[in-house]
């Protein structure tokens, strides 16, 4: 069903775009969600994840062939294969959004999700790779994480094999000219480097996407402005803020792993004590959904104060699922970020948020 706003609901949600200061944004990784969250009045997409663009049925036998490949030359191979089909990807959603901004961030898998378990899996592998299932399967075994969501993951993939974010980059570059000659809007991409810890890992991760953006600008004959920036969803990251802000033009807050490594709970198993906890009074509300604004907040203050002061016109913005709390949101409000983020169906109920957070800060 096409969702629409009309009537004295639309009437409200103008009312409430006159009042509100934060921009409201999308998180988004189909053209579909794109066109929903656009029908919602999103003004752009805070957050693309490229994840679920990798378990494509149509091409999760040539990611598998990447993520097993024994060396760059094995891993390029497989991400030739993979590049027309992430341009297409790019190219859809940017085309959707018109020239709104769009926040891709490289990609961020737990690797584990990534490798085959079933026989005929590796075989379709081993016929795409040329090689033979039982070294696949030594592989597969080196890869494993005990807890991989301490893992492998993030920009800690783009550190050591720069390959994939390189074609990554160049995907969101290509496309990006392509919808700019075809349509004449010129898209802002604003590439992302997931679960950054140091300045120096966001420095060699945006030198990859530069060098990228440079490569595909000389063969379209044709430049187009970008940014690049960083998550901050991880605890050294918000206290590095000043050091990291030197490479980051903006800063978006994954609020999900932040919340996680910040109270060592689980974001996958926090259910299983957390009714107890609220109950108790230990948090007074569940922490993956409205952000604890004493320890999570305070780090997110810190980013927000450091970021701002090694660069004063940093970009800040939120994407983890707190984007969409009415709570959260008012807290955004109240430390001055410039942007929330939330799911499509949720960015009519942050239109509103935001303007309540504006009106009660007056
Ligand atoms: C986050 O960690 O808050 C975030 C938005 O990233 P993901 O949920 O994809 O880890
Ligand atoms: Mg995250």
Redesign the pocket.
Known sequence: VQPELSGDFATLMEWADGVRRLKVRA?AETPEDCRVAREFGAEGVG?C?T?HMFFESSRITNVRQMILATDEKGRREALAKLLPEQRKDFTEILEVMAGLPVTI?LL?PPLHEFLPTEEADFADVATAAGVSVDVLKRRAAELHEFNPMLGHRGCRLGVTYPEIYEIQARAIFEAACDVADKTGAAPIPEVMI??VATARELDLMKAVVDAAAKAVFAEKGRTLDYLVGT?I?LPRAALRAGDIAEGAEFF?????????TTLGVS?DDAARFLGVYVDKGIYAKDPFVSIDVDGVGELIQIAADRGRATRPDIKLGI????GGDPASIAFCETIGLDYVSASPYRVPIARLAAAQAALEKK
């Not at 978006?252 to 996680?260: A, E, I, P, R």
């Not at 994407?319 to 707190?322: L, P, Q, R, V, Y």
Request: proline share 4%; net charge negative; aromatic share 4%.
């Open positions: 998180n957050l994840r994840e961030r961020d997931p679960l998550m969803e978006s807050f994954g609020t999900n792993d932040l919340t996680q974001r994407c983890g699922e707190h």
